[in-house]
Each structure stands twice: as C-alpha cells, then as structure tokens.
C-alpha cells in the first residue's frame, strides 16, 4: 500500500515562522514534522509514498530526498505557488499513487496512530480516522456511529487528517482547487465512509502557541 502525506498548506495560521519555511519543515525535538510521518508510516511497513508540496517545497525535496535515507521511496507532486487544496492535491498526485486504496495523512499533526491498521480498511470509498475535538475545534467535523460516518447523526468528533482512500472516489473532484472535507461531505451523504474512533496521542500542530506546547510536551 502506498500512503501520501499531504504537505502542501499555505501555512498561514504558523506565521511569522512560515515566511521562510514551509510549515512541514518545522522543527520538533530536533528534526521537520514531516520527517515523524515517514518514519512512522516506514515503521507500520507502508516504505512507498508520495508527497505533495507548494510554495516552498523544494526545501521538503532538498531535505527528504528520494527517502532512502529513511527506508522509504519518496516521488513528489509539485503545487508551485498555488496550492490545489487537500483533495485537489490527491488528485493531482493520483498519477503517481497507481489503482488501489491509499493511505492520507497530514504533514502537520503529531501522533501515535498506528497506521498499519488502515491497511486493512479499504471496503468504503474513505475509512477516516476520527478523535476528541480539541479546544480550537470544539464543534468537530463529523459524526460516528457504529463504524459509519455522518454529517448529522451520532457522536460528533474531529477528522485527525488519517485516512485510507480508494482512487476512484477523487473523480468527484470538479475543480482544480479542492477541500477534502467537501469530499468526504459529499461521500458521507451517499452513505461510502466508514470511520472510527483513535483516543491516543494526535495533536494538530496548526499555529505557534500548538508547536510551543509540542516542544515543551517532550522536553
């Protein structure tokens, strides 16, 4: 199984820090966000990934490399200066992800999940990893009930930027810049997500006061 890391975000909330570096590239307890996503997915066996960047992605490129250095094989998918978006990224990267399912992850999150366990949730045409809303995001993002996603109905929850997603469910995909969480909207009404629910370490690490309370969680 292949995975896509998706890293290709303005960054704007992470200002002034993101002026010269790409959000990605910041540095937790001595090396980039985007460097415990390769290592954690090469840890569950999933070495073969595309990531997608934007302005400034060639830092992530310089920095990464083809992933050897890391046990993972590495191809990029190339934005330039105007990002396409979560789901528009993936679309564009599908050239690269080939025919079957994929795992998703964010760039910018830290957490323990265990990705290994997507490998098996590939019956839906989206299996997304739900969790406890944190104080920003006190509302969530969807509901999950008995392994079923809603928009409306059940425990209401926060997508944590995981998921494992089949290629054919991105031809929805209409314009070039795309929101995943439209798609997944979209989905969730034809009844084609299934979730559950992850209780262990995630955190999204979206603004400076996050990052500051990351690196001070592990010193």
């Known amino acids: 199984m292949r995975a896509i890391i998706l890293a290709a975000g303005r960054g704007e909330r992470m200002l002034p820090l993101t ?3 790409p959000k990605p590239m910041l540095q937790v307890g001595g090396k980039p966000l985007i460097q415990y996503q ?3 997915l090469v840890a569950a066996g999933i ?8 302005i400034m992605g060639e830092q992530i ?11 993972a094989s590495i191809r990029y ?20 992800m080939g025919e079957d399912p994929f795992i998703a992850v964010n760039a910018d999150i830290w957490t323990d999940y265990p990705f290994q366990q997507l490998i098996s949730r590939i019956g839906a045409q989206a299996h997304v990893v739900l969790t406890d809303n944190p104080p920003h995001h006190a509302e969530g993002d969807f509901c999950l009930e008995d392994g079923r996603v809603s928009n409306w109905k059940g425990t209401r929850l ?12 991105f031809g929805r995909v209409d314009r070039p810049v795309f929101a995943l969480g439209e798609l997944l909207r979209q989905a969730i009404e034809a009844n084609e997500v299934t979730g559950e629910y992850y209780g262990g370490l995630w955190m999204d690490i979206g603004t400076p006061d996050r990052l500051d309370q990351l690196r001070e969680s592990l010193k």
Not at 61 to 71: C, K, N, V
Not at 80 to 96: C, R, S, V
């Open 19 to 21: 002026r010269t570096t």
């Open 38 to 40: 390769v290592e954690r």
């Open 47 to 54: 070495s073969d990934m595309v990531i997608n960047h934007a």
């Open 61 to 71: 490129e310089a920095y990464l490399g083809d992933g050897r250095q890391f046990g």
């Open 77 to 96: 998918s190339a934005e330039g200066d105007t990002p396409l978006d979560t789901a528009g990224g993936i679309k564009q990267a599908l050239a690269l």
């Open 158 to 169: 926060t997508f944590t930027g995981i998921g494992v997603y089949q290629p054919r469910l």
